[in-house]
């Protein structure tokens, strides 16, 4: 007599998710959301461009200066935790996820991830983290659809309004200017847009999802949807 014993790992299958997008449309939440709901790893690659941004920072390289960033771009260790409970980054062995989330890291890191060799050294990361998370895993950032993931199960493209991504971000820092706010977000955009390695753009295959008008609860359900059906069909 044989005993055929199924796990869920065996019934349900991994399936990765590509989440992209410009800043302020919900891609963390989202994701992060998804991945618990659906038993799957998380990883936030923007995390991974401020870490190396931090650590240029605080070593004194010149971020303006794209040949200084290629030169030190290996010094740092990165690692990037996958549970979606508790995303955890870490550059040689120290918590970072504070000292990325400071204004000086946010306004330097476009230039630091337009810079090929950073690209190049995180790619290989994220790549690597992707095909280890045997459970399927979402993950989240610019060009992940395009280029780190172009065989990605699920491909979602978020999108929103300037105005709609301002309120969201002005609601999060307390006592901010919206205005100022909605001109930082499209400066950055524009950065990640039009660099010549891999910029921010939505791949041909990606369904895109316009959260102007949706709550944070209707994008998840949204893509839990997606992600379902993407599931089903495997
Ligand atoms: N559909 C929504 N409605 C209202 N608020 C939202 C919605 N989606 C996300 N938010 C809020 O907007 C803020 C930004 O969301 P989030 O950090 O997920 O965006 P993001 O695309 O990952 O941004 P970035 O690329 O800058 O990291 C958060 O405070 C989040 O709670
Ligand atoms: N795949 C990615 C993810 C992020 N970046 C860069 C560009 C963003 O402005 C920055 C920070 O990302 P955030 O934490 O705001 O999501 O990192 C990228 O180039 N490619």
Avoid: H
């Amino acid at each position: 007599m044989s005993f055929a014993v199924e796990t869920a790992a065996e019934t349900t299958p991994a399936v990765i998710v590509a989440i992209d997008g410009p800043s302020g449309t919900g891609k963390s939440s989202t994701s992060k959301a998804v991945a618990a709901q659906l038993g799957l790893s998380y990883l936030d690659t923007g995390a991974q461009y401020r870490a190396i941004t931090c650590w240029m920072v605080e070593n004194g390289i010149d971020v303006a200066d794209p040949a200084a960033v290629a030169a030190a771009a290996a010094k740092p260790e990165i690692v990037s935790g996958t549970d979606p409970a508790a995303p955890a980054i870490t550059v040689d062995g120290r918590d970072v996820a504070q000292a990325i989330r400071t204004p000086e890291v946010t306004s330097k890191v476009s230039a630091v991830s337009a810079v090929p060799e950073v690209r190049s050294l995180i790619t290989g990361l994220q790549r690597s983290i992707a095909a280890s998370a045997a459970g399927g895993i979402v993950v989240e950032g610019r060009d992940i659809g395009t280029t780190v993931l172009p065989g990605a199960d699920l491909k979602i493209f978020l999108t929103a309004s300037p105005e709609a991504r301002a309120a969201r971000r002005s609601g999060e820092l307390k006592g901010s200017d919206v205005q100022a706010t909605r001109e930082a977000l499209i400066k950055r955009d524009t950065a990640d847009s039009s660099r010549k390695t891999s910029p921010l753009a939505k791949a041909d295959d990606a369904v895109e999802v316009d959260t102007t008008e949706l709550t944070l609860q209707q994008v998840i359900e949204c893509v839990v949807t997606l992600v379902e059906e993407k599931r089903a069909a495997k």
